[in-house]
C-alpha cells in the first residue's frame, strides 16, 4: 500500500477520535443547554402571550432571546478550563530544576538517551554516569548498576506525550514531521508554529511561539546543561515523539533559541 494512503487512513483515524472525544465533551454540558433553552422558550411564550408594547414586555423579549442564545452555543461549543502560563510554568519548574540537581550531586552529567516505548514497555530516559553506556537497561530501577551505569527516568515531557498518545494515532516514521507539528499546533496547542527537517539521523524540531516559553527561559537560566541532558518539558516531549516514531534512541544534541523560536536538534543512536 502507497505511504501516502497509508498516511490518509491514519489522519482520517485521528480526526475520527477527536470528533469523538469533543462529542464526549459537549455532552457534559448538554443538560444545562436544554435547560436553559427550555426556559428561553417559556420565557418568549410569555411574551408573546402577554405583549403590550411596554418597556417591561421588550425586556422580557430580550431577555428571552438572550438566554435561548446562550443555550445554543452551550450546546455546540465545548467549555473549557484554562490555566495562565505563567501559573503552568510555575507549577512545573521545581520538578524539573530538581532533576537537575539531583543529577549534579550524584556528579552524572551525561547527555541522556530516549528508549522507545517498543524496547522499554514505555517511553524511559537513561542518564548514562559517563560516556556512551553499553547496553542500556529498558526497565528497572531508578538508578541502575552493573555495565551501564546511570539513571533511568521517566522524561520530563511523558505527560504531554501520554496525552498525545490518547488523541493521536500511533507515531509513524514516514509521517512524523506532519504529525509532530499537527499535534504541537493543533491537537496539544502548545506552539503557533512547528516545523520538522530530517538530515540523515538527525531531525531538527523549530517551535515559534511556545505557550511555555517563560519556563523554557528559566530552565536556560537557572540550569542550562539540562536542555540537552534531559530537556525541558516541551524538548522532551518532542523527543519522545521521535523515538516512538523512528523506533530508535534519540539523544539530544542541541537547544539554540532564536528569538521566538526554539530549534531543538535530536540526534538518532
Not at 443538560?31 to 433553552?37: D, K, R, T
Not at 455546540?76 to 524539573?96: C, H, Q
Not at 538508578?143 to 533511568?152: E, I, N, Q, R, W
Not at 496547542?189 to 511556545?210: A, F, N, Y
Request: net charge neutral.
Amino acid at each position: 500500500m502507497p505511504q501516502e494512503t497509508i498516511l490518509d487512513a491514519v489522519t482520517g483515524q485521528r480526526d475520527q477520535l477527536r470528533r469523538r472525544l469533543d462529542a464526549q465533551n459537549r455532552w457534559a454540558v448538554r443538560p444545562a443547554a436544554i435547560g436553559l433553552s427550555a426556559l428561553g422558550i417559556a420565557m418568549l411564550i410569555f411574551w408573546y402571550a402577554t405583549d403590550d408594547r411596554s418597556v417591561v414586555s421588550g425586556l422580557l423579549l430580550l431577555a428571552g432571546f438572550t438566554v435561548l442564545a446562550i443555550a445554543i452555543v452551550l450546546y455546540f461549543l465545548s467549555p473549557s478550563k484554562f490555566l495562565r502560563d505563567d501559573v503552568a510554568d510555575a507549577l512545573a519548574i521545581s520538578g524539573v530544576t530538581d532533576v537537575h540537581r539531583i543529577l549534579s550531586s550524584l556528579m552524572i552529567e551525561g547527555r541522556g538517551i530516549y528508549v522507545p516505548a517498543s524496547g522499554a514497555g514505555a517511553t524511559k530516559v537513561f542518564v548514562p554516569a559517563s560516556g556512551m553506556p553499553g547496553e542500556i537497561p529498558a526497565t528497572g530501577n531508578v538508578f541502575v548498576s552493573g555495565a551501564s551505569k546511570g539513571v533511568l527516568l521517566d522524561p520530563p515531557g511523558y505527560g504531554l506525550f501520554s496525552c498525545a498518545r490518547q488523541i493521536s494515532p500511533p507515531f509513524t516514521d514516514e509521517g512524523l514531521g506532519h504529525e509532530i507539528a499537527d499535534l504541537m499546533e493543533s491537537g496539544l496547542e502548545l506552539v503557533r508554529k512547528v516545523t520538522v527537517r530530517r538530515e540523515g539521523d538527525r531531525i531538527t524540531v523549530s517551535m515559534t511561539d511556545l505557550v511555555n516559553a517563560g519556563l523554557c527561559a528559566t530552565i536556560r537560566k537557572e540550569s542550562p546543561k539540562l536542555c540537552t541532558q534531559i530537556g525541558c518539558p516541551i524538548c522532551s516531549f518532542a523527543a519522545c515523539m521521535v523515538a516512538d516514531g523512528t523506533r530508535r534512541r534519540v539523544r539530544i544534541e542541541s537547544v539554540v533559541v532564536r528569538g521566538k523560536t526554539v530549534d531543538a536538534t535530536f540526534e538518532l543512536l
